[in-house]
T-cell receptor
Framework: QKEVEQNSGPLSVPEGAIASLNCTYS??????FFWYRQYSGKSPELIMS????GDKEDGRFTAQLNKASQYVSLLIRDSQPSDSATYLC????????????FGQGTILTVHP | EAGVTQFPSHSVIEKGQTVTLRCDPI?????LYWYRRVMGKEIKFLLH????????ESGMPNNRFLAERTGGTYSTLKVQPAELEDSGVYFC?????????????FGPGTRLTVL
């Protein structure tokens, strides 16, 4: 079992729709969770961090964390073609000192 | 504020040669991380510096890789001698001191190709 798992996609949504990206993790004592966006050939760009159970909203983005289910998600409202990218889920495990463990990423395509 | 910078952006070398990658973190960031993405795989952790000290080097593949951070500012990652499987994109990231799970900001990466 991989430490951090994401559906590789591609996930295709129409412009204006809600895109839902999911991630599960295996280390039950993980405390810190991050979503990065990566355009082709570019570096990962931090979108959201979440540390507590529940929802965290920032503009069109909402991160949701459920530690009991070991599940974290990212919702993108009013999706735009410019949101088309690979979305990376990253976790800092309970015994790690800042070490990020990444999922393989989900490719999102927003079509006009 | 300048972000994380890396040099070079691309490097193509022959197997057996040496390559040195450089990372300049965001000013004032004590934590500096190296990661690598090999084709088709997820991004993997290599090591973590706190100032000039190695906090965690559990991800370093073997002793052909040497990382330094003299003076706690920029860092270098040397691969000597390079092998074919070292090809990939090497990312550097930095974060503020304080909480160990502070947000990490990534540099543009160095794409290394070993022929």
């Amino acid at each position: 079992q991989k430490e951090v798992e994401q559906n590789s996609g591609p996930l295709s949504v129409p412009e204006g729709a809600i895109a839902s990206l999911n991630c599960t993790y295996s280390d039950r004592v993980s405390q810190s969770f991050f979503w990065y966006r990566q355009y082709s050939g570019k570096s990962p760009e931090l979108i959201m961090s979440i540390y507590s159970n529940g929802d965290k909203e920032d503009g069109r983005f909402t991160a949701q964390l459920n530690k009991a289910s070991q599940y974290v998600s990212l919702l993108i409202r009013d999706s735009q073609p410019s949101d088309s990218a690979t979305y990376l889920c990253a976790v800092i495990g309970g015994t790690s000192y800042g070490k990020l463990t990444f999922g393989q990423g989900t490719i999102l395509t927003v079509h006009p | 504020e300048a972000g994380v910078t890396q040099f070079p952006s691309h490097s193509v070398i022959e197997k057996g040669q040496t390559v040195t990658l450089r990372c300049d973190p965001i000013s004032g960031h004590d934590n500096l991380y190296w990661y690598r993405r090999v084709m088709g795989k997820e991004i993997k952790f290599l090591l973590h510096f706190v100032k000039e000290s190695k906090q965690d080097e559990s991800g370093m593949p073997n002793n052909r890789f040497l990382a330094e951070r003299t003076g706690g500012t920029y860092s270098t990652l040397k691969v000597q001698p390079a092998e074919l499987e070292d090809s990939g994109v090497y990312f550097c990231a930095s974060s503020q001191s304080g909480r160990w799970d502070n947000e990490q900001f990534f540099g543009p990466g160095t794409r290394l190709t070993v022929l």
